[in-house]
């Protein structure tokens, strides 16, 4: 149902193992295939944190593996993200450090494990849901 649903807001709730990154991950890729060109961000309470979790989960159980869906990858130098064949890029950042982000325009925003968010972080996630401006073409 959470893929399914067309609410612009979803959350997934439940246990551990309970497939929760994964649907997430699997919703962004999909938005990302379906809309060539957008931009996606993937965050979680620390950068550290996401690149061993939700990035190995998008780029091991998600995208098929030598399928030809990724163009590029970079995970270095303060960046760390995947472009598509068709132009999307889905971008892997933390909470700790979302200010770069403040002055863009992104189609989707996915935050994993948002039990990790303290009050004062919950500040960047609003700010990071008012970026949400970047239209996905029809």
Not at 42 to 52: E, L, M, P
Not at 54 to 60: Q, S
């Amino acid at each position: 149902q959470f893929l399914r649903s067309p609410a612009l807001i979803r959350a997934y709730g439940g246990g551990v193992g309970g497939g929760k990154s994964f649907a997430m991950c699997q919703a962004v890729f999909d938005y990302a295939l379906d809309y060539p060109g957008m931009t996606a961000l993937i965050a979680r309470d620390a950068h550290t944190s996401i690149t061993g979790t939700t990035r190995k989960t998008m780029l091991t159980q998600v995208i098929p593996e030598n399928a030809g869906l990724i163009e590029h990858k970079k995970q270095s130098q303060g960046e760390d993200y995947i472009r598509l064949f068709n132009g999307s890029v889905i971008h892997f950042i933390g909470m700790d450090d979302p200010y770069r982000w403040y002055s863009s325009e992104i189609s989707v925003f996915a935050l994993d494990e948002a039990q990790e968010i303290t009050n004062f972080e919950s500040e960047k996630v609003i700010r990071l849901l008012n970026r949400l401006r970047e239209r996905c073409p029809a």
